[in-house]
């Protein structure tokens, strides 16, 4: 009875196992052996060398992308988490109002990246966009600012997307969480006189640690593979000023056709995203592991 069950459960895996083989660590391992190749012209050549990571050491436009990434990433998913938890708080009290923003606030969430993508290109357009003409007639600014033209604004202008885009979700989770806060460590923490700040630090972030540290390495991941928002937004431009990792190795591989150098890029930005996730868990791993246990 015991070996029928292993086998049973060794039947149920092992389409699990073959479709991660399949579809993870398959492609992984050609893509780190396409990087470590040489392709000329769709050929292989020279099998074992680093002359794709050298290239791009030596790529003046690679350095801003990494720059670019850092402040896509880190910059992205700090503010998406911290506008979430302010968001999340407030929704986690009962009022008729938070009870409607519930059911709306997953909408930037539901809608296609191409129509997000569209939508806020148009309103954030130099010429006929909304926002623009908006600031322009209420006197704020003396003309219409080209957001996704200036290459100081248009980065940060693709995090402000972004935030909108991925911060629903994010705060719906934290929403929960915070409503699961046992009501007795509360009133305890009110009849002790802490205020509602003290009570938020002492009470409510410890007992949403786990699902707050989820959350953030989530919202890393999501972040990393995120690529039609910027694509369609500006397509790396102007002049490279938003080129990203996704977004460069999109361009070096299907209009370069440069593979060798797109596969290192991808190997390397699969070792930023493991190397921060690893720290951030490590960093948090106290906080994981007590409230895994409950």
Not at 85 to 93: D, K, Q, R, S, W
């Amino acid at each position: 009875m015991l070996r029928s069950d292993r086998f049973l459960a060794y039947a149920l895996i092992l389409p699990v196992v073959a479709a991660v083989v399949a579809f993870v660590v398959g492609p992984t391992y050609n893509v780190a052996t396409l990087s470590l190749t040489q392709v000329v012209m769709g050929m292989e050549r020279g099998f074992g060398t680093l002359g794709n990571f050298k290239a791009l050491a030596a790529d003046p436009v690679f350095g801003l992308v990494l720059k670019n990434t850092a402040i896509w990433i880190l910059g992205g998913t700090f503010l998406c988490v911290t506008v979430g938890l302010a968001v999340g708080t407030y929704l986690a009290i009962d009022s008729r109002m938070t009870g409607w923003l519930r059911a709306l606030i997953l909408l930037p969430w539901v809608l296609p990246d191409v129509v997000t993508a569209m939508a806020w290109k148009w309103m954030l357009h130099g010429q006929v966009g909304i926002i623009g003409q908006t600031l322009q007639q209420s006197g704020l600014t003396e003309g219409t600012i080209s957001f996704m033209g200036d290459p100081d604004l248009v980065m940060w202008m693709l995090v402000v997307v972004l935030i909108w885009r991925k911060m629903p979700l994010v705060a719906l989770i934290l929403c929960a969480a915070i409503r699961a806060v046992p009501d007795d460590q509360m009133e305890a923490a009110r009849m002790d006189g802490a205020n509602a700040v003290e009570r938020f630090r002492f009470v409510t972030l410890p007992n949403i640690a786990f699902s707050l540290t989820a959350v953030t390495v989530i919202s890393m991941i999501w972040i990393t593979a995120e690529f039609a928002l910027p694509w369609i937004m500006t397509g790396g431009g102007p002049a490279n000023a938003s080129q990203i990792m996704a977004t460069y190795i999109y361009q070096q591989s299907f209009e370069f056709f440069n593979w060798g150098v797109a596969s290192a890029m991808s190997v390397i930005n699969l070792v930023m995203l493991a190397s921060i996730v690893a720290l951030y868990l490590y960093i948090n791993r106290r906080s994981w592991a007590s409230e895994g246990q409950k």
